[in-house]
């Protein structure tokens, strides 16, 4: 599975490492983020794009076990680098 969109040198990744760089030396922190292989596969090929959602927002965890619950039998999990700046929440009304 190739992920491009991702990449160095794609607005993606400019965007993410200018978020990582105004952390205020908070970083970027590894989580998961378990599901259906399907859906692995969609999020692999089209991102965390908010557009393409069908809850309020996207869920990791800080534990691998924590996620491993969410593959439902699966054998993939995603590992994602999340830059630990501002919290940006929306709550459902």
Same mark, same amino acid.
């Given at each position: ?22 952390? *205020? ?7 998961? *983020?378990?599901?259906?292989?399907? *859906? ?22 800080? *534990? ?30």
């Amino acid at each position: 599975m190739r992920i491009d969109h991702s990449k160095p040198g794609t607005a993606l990744h400019t965007r993410f490492m200018q978020a990582c760089a105004a952390t *205020n030396g908070k970083g970027i922190k590894l989580v998961f *983020n378990g599901s259906y292989a399907h *859906n692995i596969e969609l999020l692999c090929r089209y991102g965390l794009d908010p557009k393409r959602r069908s809850t309020y927002g996207d869920w990791f965890a800080v *534990n691998a076990s924590t996620s491993a619950s969410y593959c439902r039998g699966g054998q993939r999990m995603l590992v994602c680098a999340v830059s630990q700046g501002q919290l940006h929440c929306r709550v459902p009304r």
